[in-house]
């Protein structure tokens, strides 16, 4: 078993009265990681289902170059009912078995709860810089497991 002590997070903040721009600040970590926390404990039973492709980057430290790029496609069925597959994996492949355990520890959480959420519970982040890919700001942040 690959043992997940430290990742790169890509995190995008969405908020329906945040106007952007490519001038605008980047908010405090503290703030970031509050939002994502918001919406990993909304109650699942009043959320929709939900079908999102996501692709994951593994870097090697402070490298802007990915090792290796994985795209999965997650499922959720309100209240708790989250599976993913893997469509494309390229490049290192201990990055694509981070990404499963990262993926594996998302969907037992949907049952099992916080004890495995990428949150400030379990996690020690740094925001390592702001891209912008779209119209939404989105941050990557560095994650360790603590005492790492």
């Not at 078993?1 to 908010?27: C, D, H, K, N, Y």
């Not at 703030?31 to 980057?57: C, F, G, N, W």
């Not at 009912?81 to 290192?92: E, L, M, P």
Request: charged fraction near 25%; hydrophobic fraction near 35%; avoid cysteine.
């Amino acid at each position: 078993m690959l043992r997940l002590s430290g990742f790169v997070l890509l995190a995008t903040l969405a908020s329906s009265s945040q106007v952007t721009s490519s001038t605008a600040e980047i908010p405090d970590l503290n703030l970031i990681l509050q939002r994502m926390e918001d919406i990993l404990h909304r109650d699942p039973a009043q959320s929709l289902p939900y079908e999102v492709t996501r692709e994951y980057k593994v870097f090697r430290g402070y490298s802007k170059q990915s090792t290796s790029e994985v795209i999965a496609q997650i499922d959720f069925v309100p209240p708790d009912v989250k599976t993913y597959k893997i469509i494309q994996a390229s490049g290192n492949s201990a990055g694509e078995r981070m990404v499963r355990e990262i993926l594996d520890r998302e969907t037992d959480s949907t049952t099992k709860k916080r004890s495995s959420e990428i949150s400030r519970a379990n996690y020690d982040f740094v925001l390592l810089r702001q891209q912008n890919f779209g119209i939404v700001p989105e941050y990557v942040l560095g994650a360790q497991e603590p005492g790492m």
